[in-house]
Each structure stands twice: as structure tokens, then as C-alpha cells.
């Protein structure tokens, strides 16, 4: 009987670590509207909407908004050296 009492508590600990870390490895998803309203990056990336690149903040930290419209190249450069 103490065998089992062990082995299901064994058990339960291992499959309540299982979870943990299972739903700690898996950001949620960022869900964004396909509306066409597109911005600029600092990063020198267009962006389809503002929601898009919010989405990016937690590859880019630092990421902010250079203007409205897409980005070009020269825009991109005036930001990165001045």
C-alpha cells in the first residue's frame, strides 16, 4: 500500500511539472485585423497596422513607431544614423 501512496504521488508531481512548463514555453498568439493602415518601424520595417507592430515588441524591445505609411530607405537610414 505504501508502494502506490508513492508511485501516485510520484506521479501527480511529475505531471503537474509536466503542465508548468508546458504552458510557460508558448506565448500567446497575437491577433491583429488585416485592415491596411501601415507604419513604420524602427527597425526600417513596414508594418501593416499599428497591432502588427506591437506584436514585434517582444522580438524588437525598443521597437516604436517612426511614422505613418510605409518605410523607405532613406527614412530608415536618417533614423539609424541622425
Known amino acids: 500500500m505504501k508502494a502506490f501512496i508513492l508511485i501516485f504521488v510520484v506521479y501527480l508531481l511529475l505531471s503537474t511539472n509536466i503542465v508548468l512548463t508546458t504552458s510557460q514555453q508558448s506565448p500567446p498568439p497575437c491577433i491583429c485585423t488585416t485592415e ?25 524591445p525598443g521597437l516604436a513607431v517612426v511614422s505613418t505609411g510605409p518605410c523607405n530607405i532613406w527614412q530608415w537610414f536618417s533614423n539609424l544614423f541622425g
Open 36 to 60: 491596411w493602415s501601415p507604419v513604420c518601424g524602427s527597425n526600417g520595417q513596414t508594418y501593416g497596422n499599428i497591432c502588427r507592430l506591437n506584436c514585434d515588441r517582444d522580438r524588437y
